[in-house]
Nanobody, 120 residues
Framework: VQLQASGGGLVQAGGSLRLSCAASGRTFSNYVMGWFRQTPGKEREFLAGIRWRDESAWYADSVLGRFTISRDQNTVYLQMNSLKPGDTALYYC????????????????WGQGTQVTVSS
C-alpha cells in the first residue's frame, strides 16, 4: 500500500484547505482510510476516517462540523474549513482494515506528512 498526501500550505485563520491522499498498491474496497495530525512533542491525533466500501465516516469531536472526509476512485480528501491557528500541524493519511479506530498505533499504513500552517 502506498499513500501520498498533498495539499498542505499556509492559510489565514478562517480559511480553508483541502488535503488529498492518493492511494495505490492494492484494491481498497476492504479498507478504511483516515487522517491524523501531529505537532512536535505530541502524539499523533486522529481527525477523521472513512470506510472505502460505503463511505461511512467518523470524526474526532475536535473537528466535527469543520472537517469533512470523502473519497473518489483512488484518492481520499480532507476538506478543512474555518481553520484556526491551533490546526497548525503535520497532517498524515493512513489505512487500516478496521473501522472506527482512533489510535494511531493501530493503523497499518501511513503516507508522508503534509504541513498545514494557519496564521492568525
Amino acid at each position: 500500500v502506498q499513500l501520498q498526501a498533498s495539499g498542505g500550505g499556509l492559510v489565514q485563520a478562517g480559511g480553508s484547505l483541502r488535503l488529498s491522499c492518493a492511494a495505490s498498491g492494492r484494491t481498497f474496497s476492504n479498507y478504511v482510510m483516515g487522517w491524523f495530525r501531529q505537532t512536535p512533542g505530541k502524539e499523533r491525533e486522529f481527525l477523521a476516517g472513512i470506510r472505502w466500501r460505503d463511505e461511512s465516516a467518523w470524526y474526532a469531536d475536535s473537528v466535527l462540523g469543520r472537517f469533512t472526509i470523502s473519497r473518489d476512485q483512488n484518492t481520499v480528501y480532507l476538506q478543512m474549513n474555518s481553520l484556526k491557528p491551533g490546526d497548525t500541524a503535520l497532517y498524515y493519511c493512513a489505512a487500516s482494515m478496521i473501522y472506527g479506530l482512533l489510535t494511531a498505533q493501530k493503523w497499518d499504513y501511513w503516507g508522508q506528512g503534509t504541513q498545514v500552517t494557519v496564521s492568525s
